[in-house]
C-alpha cells in the first residue's frame, strides 16, 4: 500500500466519521438535548411552583395573624362594653341557647344544676368551657 493511498483511505474515514457526527448531533435521535431541555423546563416549573407556594404560605399567615388580631380588638371592645359582666335575662338566654341548637341541631345549653340566669354556666361546644 503506497502512502498516498493510506492518506486518502484516512482523510475518508475522518470525514465518514465528521459526517455520521453532524448528522447525530443535528437530528439528535437519542434526544439528549430534548432531555437536557426538559430538565431545564422542569426545574424552572418547580422553582416557580415552589415561589407561588411560599407566596401562598406567607399570605396565608399573614392573613391568619390579621384576622386573630382583629377578633382579639373586637372581643376586647365587647368585654369593656357597659353592662358585659350583667347576668343574662332569662328569656333572652333562653332565646339564644335555642338560637344555637337549631343552628347546631343539639344542645348547647346546659340546664342540669346550673343557675340560667349566670352568665358564667357553661355552654356546649365553646371553646372556653371546661
Same mark, same amino acid.
Given at each position: 500500500?503506497?502512502?498516498?493511498?493510506? %492518506?486518502?483511505? !484516512?482523510?475518508?474515514?475522518?470525514?465518514?466519521?465528521?459526517?455520521? !457526527?453532524?448528522?447525530?448531533?443535528?437530528?439528535?435521535?437519542?434526544?439528549?438535548?430534548?432531555?437536557?431541555?426538559?430538565?431545564?423546563?422542569? %426545574?424552572?416549573?418547580?422553582?416557580?411552583?415552589?415561589?407561588?407556594?411560599?407566596?401562598?404560605?406567607?399570605?396565608?399567615?399573614?392573613?391568619?395573624?390579621?384576622?386573630?388580631?382583629?377578633?382579639?380588638?373586637?372581643?376586647?371592645?365587647?368585654?369593656?362594653?357597659? !353592662?358585659?359582666?350583667?347576668?343574662?335575662?332569662?328569656?333572652?338566654? %333562653?332565646?339564644?341557647?335555642?338560637?344555637?341548637?337549631?343552628?347546631?341541631?343539639?344542645?348547647?345549653?346546659?340546664?342540669?344544676?346550673?343557675?340560667? !340566669?349566670?352568665?358564667?354556666?357553661?355552654?356546649?361546644?365553646?371553646?372556653?368551657?371546661?
Amino acid at each position: 500500500m503506497t502512502p498516498l493511498r493510506l %492518506a486518502l483511505g !484516512g482523510a475518508a474515514a475522518l470525514v465518514l466519521i465528521l459526517v455520521i !457526527g453532524i448528522v447525530l448531533y443535528n437530528f439528535d435521535p437519542f434526544g439528549r438535548r430534548k432531555n437536557a431541555e426538559q430538565r431545564a423546563e422542569n %426545574a424552572t416549573t418547580q422553582a416557580v411552583t415552589s415561589e407561588v407556594v411560599a407566596k401562598a404560605t406567607d399570605t396565608h399567615h399573614t392573613e391568619t395573624i390579621v384576622i386573630r388580631e382583629r377578633a382579639d380588638r373586637a372581643i376586647q371592645t365587647v368585654d369593656r362594653a357597659p !353592662g358585659a359582666d350583667d347576668p343574662i335575662d332569662l328569656d333572652r338566654r %333562653a332565646t339564644l341557647c335555642a338560637a344555637l341548637a337549631s343552628v347546631r341541631n343539639s344542645v348547647v345549653c346546659e340546664t342540669d344544676g346550673d343557675d340560667p !340566669g349566670n352568665s358564667e354556666s357553661p355552654v356546649q361546644g365553646s371553646e372556653d368551657a371546661p
